[in-house]
């Protein structure tokens, strides 16, 4: 008999409920956790345990290859006559001719980089002209990519010459890497919903705390660094002063005056509040020093404060400081505090000067930003952590419905999200290799150019810590 996919679903589901599975095969049922692919897999998976073999089902839905191999295997017949294109559905002769001509516009901006002002010619009246206004009543098609010149005009653009926000240029190949990624379009829940970019993670995150000296680090990868700092932190307080279960207490996070502001936001939508951050005066070098700390948490005690964690600086944004991170580690673990050190901007400095790092193995969680010197393509940031039982303490939550029938020991240590960030970051490492990038003046090299005629660079003359 043929039954199209709703029918199918239904039937399946009616009889599991029927078959006195427990409930947590049943909600298992609906997850990717089957042994076969795709959802036809799961299907499969579930069904044939409580359906004859002999059923002649048939499967009108999208798939790919390895769902017809699950339903085979089963003894289960394929209908492949019965889909029709949707309004969504692209030939690959259609999809080949976007993609190409996608990419003819980005080979020809990438040709004009160097040559363009940084800012775009453009006012906010203009912009709102060009992009603003009410969606389309019926679809565009192709004509949905038109506008991509005209946006690629009215941009800012990443070349040697801009110096703005400490970002990076971004590179071709992590390029090429993130139109893949959604092409494939993976879950990042878990490793069962997307098992090559959750893999895929763990790789390149080793291969950064690596590069770095992080070497026995975990890790997981963020949309920015204010987003790693607010995780690190939410781990320093889940600690040291457990707040998941009953809520937030008092308690205290110290960091020096040159501190980026994603720290107050990350105090406030802890529950700890910013009148409960301290915000420590610097030397004349722009560091923060052990003493300041010592005394600072010595008088808080006194007051009937509880100090929680100290964040440390791998690179401020203003100067570009590095915090004395091995003194600031021991000050620390003798007052029995998280140690949190925000290297979004300066920490991939530690490829090439790892001196003015010393400590960094020693501390409990760091924030590092790819999408600045390591080039990688918006947004790619890093949490570092050195024990995954605390991450897992934080962050770990969940239910029947989410429960894994996977036994895989891969299984595990991904944080619920749906992102693959991974999957851009992967390829541009490997094309350059992590020992061109730790060469002396590479880091820096992309921000080295001179200006073009009539366009001058500079800033305010502070102090550097590293050049």
Request: charged residues 20%; proline residues 6%; contains cysteine.
């Amino acid at each position: 008999m043929m039954l199209p996919w709703t029918a199918l679903a239904d039937r399946c589901w009616n009889t599991v409920k029927q078959s006195g599975l427990p409930n947590r095969i049943r909600s298992g049922f609906w997850d990717n956790n089957a042994r076969g692919c795709g959802t036809a897999g799961v299907l499969a998976h579930a069904c044939d345990r409580i359906v004859e073999r002999g059923d002649d089902f048939g499967f009108a839905a999208s798939r790919d290859r390895g769902d017809d191999r699950a339903l085979a295997q089963r003894g289960w017949r394929v209908e492949t006559g019965a889909m029709k294109p949707g309004p969504l559905d692209l030939s690959a002769q259609e999809f080949r001719g976007l993609a190409e001509r996608v990419l003819d516009d980005a080979t020809l901006y990438l040709d004009r980089l160097d040559t363009v002002p940084i800012r775009p010619a453009s006012t906010g009246a203009q912009t709102v002209e060009l992009f603003a206004g009410p969606p389309p009543e019926t679809g565009l098609g192709a004509a949905a990519l038109d506008d991509l010149e005209a946006v690629a005009q009215h941009s800012r653009a990443g070349n040697g010459r801009f110096f703005g926000y400490v970002m990076g240029s971004g590179e071709p190949v992590g390029a090429l890497g993130d139109f893949f990624a959604s092409v494939i379009n993976q879950n990042g829940t878990a490793w069962r919903s997307g098992p090559a970019t959750a893999v895929i993670e763990r790789t390149v995150v080793s291969w950064l705390a690596h590069a770095v000296g992080c070497a026995s680090f975990g890790g997981t990868l963020t949309s920015g660094g204010s987003l790693a700092n607010l995780m690190g932190l939410a781990m320093a307080r889940e600690a040291v002063a457990p707040a998941n279960d009953t809520g937030a207490a008092p308690g205290v996070v110290y960091a020096s005056s040159e501190v980026h502001m994603s720290i107050g936001k990350a105090v406030a939508l802890l529950g700890l509040g910013r009148d409960n951050l301290r915000l420590l005066p610097v030397g004349d070098d722009c560091r923060l020093s052990a003493d300041t700390l010592r005394e600072t948490v010595a008088a808080d005690r006194s007051a009937g404060l509880k100090p929680l964690a100290v964040v440390a600086c791998a690179g401020t944004i203003v100067t570009g400081a590095v915090d004395p991170l091995a003194d600031l580690v021991a000050a620390a673990k003798h007052e029995g505090l998280w140690v949190h050190v925000d290297g979004a901007y300066g920490l991939p400095a530690a490829m090439v000067e790892p001196e003015k790092f010393l400590g960094i193995a020693d501390v409990d969680s760091v924030s590092m930003d790819a999408h600045k010197w390591l080039y990688q393509p918006l947004d790619c940031s890093v949490l570092f952590y050195r024990d995954p039982a605390a991450a897992r303490r934080t962050f770990s939550l969940t239910d029947d419905y989410a429960a894994s029938l996977s036994d895989d020991p891969v299984e595990g240590d991904v944080f619920l999200r749906g992102d693959h960030r991974a999957v851009p970051a992967y390829p541009g490492p490997e094309a350059v290799a992590v020992s061109s990038l730790s060469r002396p003046g590479c880091l820096s090299s992309r921000y080295r150019r001179e200006p073009a005629p009539g366009q001058a660079v500079g800033g305010p003359d502070r102090p550097r810590a590293f050049p």
